[in-house]
């Protein structure tokens, strides 16, 4: 990671410092984020309220809408601070050098800073940006956070500001688990979906299914999610990483903590699988650069 750029004193009255990377990018619980609104304070010159508005599924508006103070550069800003993004009204959090930073949205399973997607990542070669909270899912909250896409919407955590090379939908458990049916699933997938393929459409997008036994094994619920999810990025020509059976076709029944989460010897076993599968289907980090010098 690049050292950050020195701060003039004019800035650095006017930042908020916010997560720093591989934290989550939460909004402080308070009436005013639950309402759609950081309570955090933002760099000076940018109007408040956001440029969408209230139900708008999409987590970019047309550009434009706010703008900033023309003494405000993002690139000025120290890792962590809190931007109000001109292009589509947002706050989201200044991450230096997210060349190789993977956005990973998900649940209890992604959470833990030795969850097996972000030992996975780690392995192919990323920083992870988490967003996310145990308890969630597509449909499926914790009742201080939203489901994904409500938890984009209203700012219960902030998706980084820049574009990373990897954006990667992990979760549904919770989603099995509370009864949330395949529609409602289905739509709150979609719409997640067409959120972050607008808000960067550069990058590469990963869904990753439901942790479970299988169906043959006790899987039930879970498995089905999986598959199901597993459908929704076929149609939208997204890759996907089945997990509907990872804890018999890898033998970790064993390395459970609870009847859900693994404990940290099979958070690692699982990690080195879903690096492997990454590497296996071409989404391991590769350095642009060093790419561009090979192409020649």
């Known amino acids: 990671m690049r050292n950050a750029s020195a701060l003039s004193r004019f800035v650095a ?50 550009p434009g809408k706010t703008r900033l103070g023309s003494g405000i550069n ?15 009204g947002r706050d989201e959090v200044i991450v230096k050098d997210s060349s190789n930073t993977a956005v990973l949205i998900g649940d209890s399973q992604s959470e833990p800073s030795f969850g097996w997607p972000r030992q996975g990542l ?20 914790n009742g201080k956070t939203g489901n994904y896409i409500d938890a984009l919407q209203r700012g219960d955590w902030k998706l980084p500001y820049g574009t990373p090379p990897l954006v990667v939908i992990e979760g549904g458990g919770n989603d099995a688990a509370r009864g949330a049916t395949d529609s409602q699933i289905v739509a709150n997938a979609e719409r997640l979906i067409a959120s972050l393929r607008q808000r960067y459409p550069a990058a590469r997008m990963l869904m990753v299914g439901t942790l479970a036994r299988g169906a043959s094994f ?76 090979l192409a020649h």
Not at 74 to 88: E, H, K, Q
Not at 122 to 141: L, Q
Not at 265 to 272: F, S, T
């Open 74 to 88: 993002p690139a000025d800003l120290a890792g962590g601070s809190i931007y109000r993004n001109p292009a589509n």
């Open 122 to 141: 780690a392995a192919a070669g990323y920083k992870v940006f988490f967003c996310g909270r145990g308890g969630t899912g597509y449909v499926a909250s």
């Open 218 to 293: 006790g899987g039930g619920r879970r498995s089905q999610v999986d598959t199901l999810l597993g459908t929704v990025a076929s149609r939208h020509g997204l890759p996907f990483v089945s997990a509907g059976d990872w804890l018999t076709r890898y033998n970790l029944t064993g390395s459970m903590a609870d009847g859900v989460h693994l404990n940290r010897q099979g958070h690692a076993a699982l990690g080195a699988v879903f690096g492997q599968r990454l590497e296996s289907m071409g989404l391991e980090y590769q350095d642009a650069g060093l790419v561009s010098g």
């Open 13 to 62: 009255t006017m930042i908020a410092v916010g997560v720093v990377l591989g934290g989550c990018g939460q909004a402080s619980s308070s009436p005013a984020s639950d309402a759609g609104t950081s309570a955090a304070p933002r760099a000076a010159g940018q109007a408040g309220g956001a440029a969408n508005g209230a139900g708008v599924p999409v987590a970019a508006g047309p």
